[in-house]
């Protein structure tokens, strides 16, 4: 409920980048059914807030901060059978996220992160278990609610400085290893111009990809238009448009 509220007044332009979050939901129409949804978060890490993760430096993992972070895309989920749909619904909704960045690129900063789950086994993430498991004493979703109202534990309790050869050699091979289930969407960003970065994620050591908004091809080839009425496309000529009336957005192919 809060995340909508706050999506709500995001759109109408009533947030600074420090709070504002976008969501999409995507709609089966006629009925109006949900079938998935993605976000963006203005900015990921601010004073009250920071945006953490460790970073590999040659043999160690090095904590680190940012109290003014990136803009993050996120929370892209579809349900699972029309994740290989004619109309590529997963692509739809990854992509409205950047056509709306590029209409209003000043709610958002220039440096874009993505960040993606790492496999788990049997439920488990073996990094967590290792690293934040020991020094928190939390379990894994614990620990990750938590950190939603709060990090202040993890400056608190995480180690600054971690020697990988320490760690055990199942889990120093999960490390920035993107899990089967976002392979598919891990693509689509290498495709559009993101690269994966020497980051990680702190919990579960996921790798972040990051790019340059100006230089993503979805944001530099697209073009503003005014709706005469009327009008066809070439034969076989498909394009993603987005409207936005009043702070109202609606997207479709």
């Known amino acids: 409920r809060n995340l909508i509220k706050t999506a709500v007044r995001s759109f109408r332009g009533e947030l600074g980048r420090e709070k504002a979050k976008y969501l999409f939901v995507m709609e089966r129409p006629p ?6 949804c993605s976000l ?16 590999r430096r040659g043999k160690l993992l090095q904590f680190g901060s940012a109290k003014h972070g990136p803009t993050e895309i996120g929370g ?18 990854s992509w409205i996220r950047f056509l709306y960045m590029a209409r209003h690129p000043g709610r958002f900063e220039n440096k874009i992160l993505a960040e993606f789950l ?3 086994q049997n439920g488990k993430n073996l990094f967590w278990e290792c690293v934040g498991k020991r020094f928190t004493g939390l379990a894994y979703g614990a620990a ?34 993107v899990g089967p289930g976002a392979e598919g969407a891990r693509r689509m960003l290498l495709a559009i111009g993101f690269r994966k970065t020497s980051r990680i994620e702190p919990f579960d050591g996921g790798p972040y990809y990051e790019a340059s908004r100006k230089n993503l091809t ?36």
């Open 31 to 36: 009925s109006k059914a949900l079938l998935g």
């Open 40 to 55: 963006i978060i203005a900015r990921q890490g601010t004073p009250a807030s920071p945006h953490i993760y460790f970073e």
């Open 76 to 93: 892209l989920i579809l349900k699972g059978r029309f994740r290989r749909h004619k109309e590529k619904l997963g692509k739809q909704l």
């Open 118 to 120: 790492p496999p788990f």
């Open 144 to 177: 990750d609610r938590l950190s939603v109202y709060t990090k202040q534990f993890v400056f608190d309790l995480f180690p600054r400085r971690i020697a990988i050869q320490c760690l055990p050699k199942r889990v120093r091979g999960l490390l920035g290893k």
């Open 218 to 253: 979805l944001i530099r080839k697209m073009k503003k238009a005014s709706f005469q009425g009327g009008g066809t496309l070439r034969k076989g000529k498909r394009i993603f448009v987005l409207v936005e009336r009043r702070g109202k957005v609606r997207g479709c192919i």
